[in-house]
């Protein structure tokens, strides 16, 4: 099939675990804020809300209520956006009970990272124990993990996990570009990723920082989805602040002159396998 006949899954990534109201004003970091953000991002083209929190001082934070508030908040409001709920390793403690507590909430979606790597500032420290411990409480909940791969390693590591019953095909991964510590956002590099995951899965691509416009357009062009939002660049552009509309508009637009028409909710739904 044409990359040009697939349509394109939106995600936004509205609030990520680094960005401060100092980095960027317009960062939503209450459950209120958060909440209301995901609803201006579906209206703007968004099928899919990757979701984290904060605590009290705006630190990231697995707590369960905060999870279910925002969730809460959505289900009132009748937003029909894919909720995805990020389980990683900055949110607090390192445990699959911590990182895993909101997974018994009524999410579509979850992050699973399948290997550990280098973030700036500490270890993204994923165990295959603690891997398998978070999909097996995503599949008893009826959640579709998205696989988190910062490097090869861990799609090497995603299909050991499928090969062993762990994960269950089809697989829908996030390849992550160019974090620091972990692969560098480069043509060559996404390509080789892309062409790595097991055949009939799907897959988004991140581009963080000054990658993403690259990354994301390439993406398109491979017949991938793309996310964007505050947590992979508070930058529009050198100088610009950027908002979640913002950068969704952006990616709308790119869309249209490489000829893919955007995925509603339920068409993202029907792409990824997940049944509400």
């Known amino acids: 099939m044409s990359y040009r006949k697939k349509k394109l899954i939106i995600t936004v990534a509205l609030t990520g675990n680094v960005p401060t109201k100092e980095m ?7 459950e209120k804020e958060i909440a209301e953000e ?8 968004a099928a899919v809300a990757h ?5 009290e001082k705006g630190e990231p934070t697995c707590e369960r209520e905060r999870y279910k508030k925002v969730l809460d908040l959505l289900e009132e409001r009748g937003t029909n956006i894919i909720t995805q709920l990020s389980t990683g390793a900055r949110g607090g403690g390192n445990t699959a009970e911590w990182r895993g507590q909101m997974l018994d909430l009524n999410a579509e979606m979850a992050s699973l990272s399948t290997g550990s790597s280098n973030f700036p500032t500490q270890v993204n420290a994923n165990s295959f124990d603690l891997i398998k411990e978070l999909a097996e409480k995503m599949y008893t909940n009826n959640i579709k993990p998205e696989i988190e791969a910062f490097d090869l ?8 996990l499928l090969r062993k019953g762990v994960l269950r095909a089809p697989l829908q991964f996030n390849l992550v570009m160019h974090v620091r510590g972990s692969v560098s956002g480069t043509p060559r590099n996404l390509l080789h990723m892309a062409e790595s995951i097991p055949e009939g899965s799907t897959f988004t691509v991140s581009g963080i920082g000054p990658s993403q416009v ?7 062009l491979l017949g991938g989805h793309t996310r964007t939002g505050l947590e992979d660049t508070v930058l529009y552009d050198k100088g610009i602040l950027a908002t979640n509309v913002m950068l969704i508009e952006r990616i709308k637009r790119i869309a249209k002159e490489l000829g893919r028409e955007i995925a509603t909710p339920d068409e993202a ?7 509400k």
């Not at 979701?51 to 605590?55: E, Q």
């Not at 739904?269 to 049944?275: H, K, T, V």
């Open 214 to 220: 690259p990354m994301l357009t390439m993406a398109i």
């Open 269 to 275: 739904r029907e792409i990824l396998g997940i049944i």
């Open 51 to 55: 979701i984290h929190v904060r605590d």
């Open 153 to 160: 390693g861990m799609i090497d590591n995603a299909i050991y």
């Open 38 to 45: 995901a609803i201006k991002c579906q209206k703007a083209g």
């Open 24 to 30: 960027n004003p317009y960062t939503p970091i209450t």
